[in-house]
């Protein structure tokens, strides 16, 4: 309910309904856990630094991606790539890395 000012004439406020739109998001805000990952005792490394993912995703999962590089490459983002060059984010694989570069160090 949104109570705005009465017409001239009248005393006190006027309640007013209207229709509540749903917004649609631009952005979503998503808390991640994060564990501590195991050093290797001798050379006090992480153990496997390069990492190879293969995914079969379900129909929600896919929009998601599809829309996040939809997102991602309407606002210009970029992304590592394996050898370390930065370009811009186009394709599902780089929407993972683009994700995984916001929480490093975190």
Same mark, same amino acid.
């Given at each position: 309910?949104?109570?705005?000012?009465?017409?001239?004439?009248?005393?006190?406020?006027? *309640? *007013?309904?209207?229709?509540? &739109?749903?917004?649609?998001?631009?952005? @979503?805000? @998503?808390?991640?856990?994060? !564990?501590?990952?195991?050093?290797?005792?001798?050379?006090?490394?992480?153990? =496997?630094?390069?990492?190879?993912?293969?995914?079969?995703?379900?129909?929600?999962? &896919?929009?998601?991606? =599809?829309?996040?590089?939809?997102?991602?490459?309407? &606002? !210009?983002?970029?992304?590592?790539?394996? @050898? !370390? =060059?930065?370009?811009? @984010?186009?394709?599902?694989?780089?929407?993972? =890395?683009?994700?995984? *570069?916001?929480?490093? !160090?975190?």
């Amino acid at each position: 309910m949104i109570k705005s000012k009465a017409k001239p004439g009248t005393d006190g406020f006027k *309640e *007013e309904t209207k229709q509540a &739109s749903t917004p649609t998001a631009d952005t @979503v805000l @998503v808390e991640i856990p994060m !564990g501590t990952l195991p050093v290797s005792p001798t050379s006090q490394t992480i153990h =496997r630094p390069l990492l190879h993912i293969d995914a079969q995703l379900n129909r929600e999962q &896919s929009t998601s991606l =599809r829309r996040m590089l939809v997102g991602l490459r309407a &606002s !210009g983002a970029t992304c590592s790539t394996a @050898v !370390g =060059r930065r370009r811009l @984010v186009d394709s599902n694989q780089d929407v993972i =890395r683009w994700l995984l *570069e916001q929480v490093v !160090g975190e």
